[in-house]
Structures are given as structure tokens and as C-alpha cells.
């Protein structure tokens, strides 16, 4: 998979309603419920969380997936030199401004370099 794809796909997890969190990669039940590095069982993810989801990697900072690491460096390169997770957390939703341009830049960003 591409990594705007996955990036892509990422977002569309998040922006569903009920399935954004932050403070933990993943949670059961509710944007509230416990954290849970069991990806069949989270329910809601934080940026990083969706990320690791689509890409099949662990939800644990284990085993890495490339292409995840790939996807979560164009993220991480969209904030401006904060870490993703400061801004995820910071959030109030995932519609929030600083939320939609570290993600809207990271997918434009992730299809030029595939064009080339």
C-alpha cells in the first residue's frame, strides 16, 4: 500500500465519529474506555493508532511495519517539528485546525513524492 493510501485510510478511521482518541494508540468500548494494544479489539484510535492499524503494525512500539514508520515520518514532518502525538492530544476533535493541516500536508506531501 502507498503510503498516501495509508495515510488516506488512516484519516477516514479517525474522522468517523466515536472512533478518535487520544492518550493512549488505542481504545475499547469508547473514546473513554481503556487503552488496549489488542488492534482487533480498539474500537477508537489516536493519529499514530490509525496509522498502526491500517498498516497491520503493532499497536506496542515492538515490531514496525517500514511502511508505517514511512506514513508516521510524513506525519510527524507535517507538524512543524512537533511530535504528532502532542498535537493528537492537544486536540479537541479531529476536525480541529492544527489536527487537519498536520494531516491534509502529510497526504499532499506523501502524493507528490509518489508522482516523481
Given at each position: 500500500m502507498k503510503?498516501?493510501?495509508?495515510?488516506?485510510?488512516a484519516?477516514d478511521i479517525?474522522?468517523?465519529?466515536?472512533q478518535?482518541?487520544?492518550?493512549?494508540?488505542?481504545?475499547?468500548?469508547?473514546?473513554f474506555?481503556?487503552?488496549?494494544?489488542?488492534v482487533?479489539?480498539?474500537?477508537c484510535?489516536?493519529s499514530?493508532?490509525a496509522?498502526?492499524?491500517?498498516?497491520g503494525?503493532?499497536?506496542d512500539?515492538g515490531?514496525?511495519?517500514?511502511?508505517a514508520?514511512i506514513?508516521?515520518?510524513?506525519?510527524m514532518g507535517?507538524?512543524?517539528?512537533a511530535?504528532?502525538?502532542?498535537?493528537?492530544d492537544a486536540a479537541?476533535?479531529?476536525?480541529?485546525?492544527?489536527m487537519s493541516?498536520?494531516w491534509?500536508?502529510?497526504?499532499?506531501c506523501?502524493?507528490a513524492?509518489?508522482?516523481?
Open positions: 503510503t498516501s493510501e495509508i495515510l488516506m485510510n484519516l479517525i474522522d468517523t465519529p466515536g478518535w482518541t487520544k492518550g493512549a494508540f488505542a481504545r475499547k468500548g469508547s473514546v474506555g481503556p487503552s488496549t494494544l489488542d482487533n479489539a480498539a474500537t484510535f489516536c499514530l493508532g496509522i498502526r492499524k491500517v498498516s503494525a503493532a499497536l512500539n515490531y514496525m511495519r517500514n511502511d514508520l506514513a508516521e515520518d510524513y506525519l507535517a507538524t512543524g517539528g511530535f504528532t502525538a502532542e498535537i493528537n479537541s476533535s479531529p476536525f480541529d485546525r492544527k493541516e498536520m491534509l500536508t502529510a497526504i499532499f506523501a502524493l513524492d509518489e508522482s516523481e
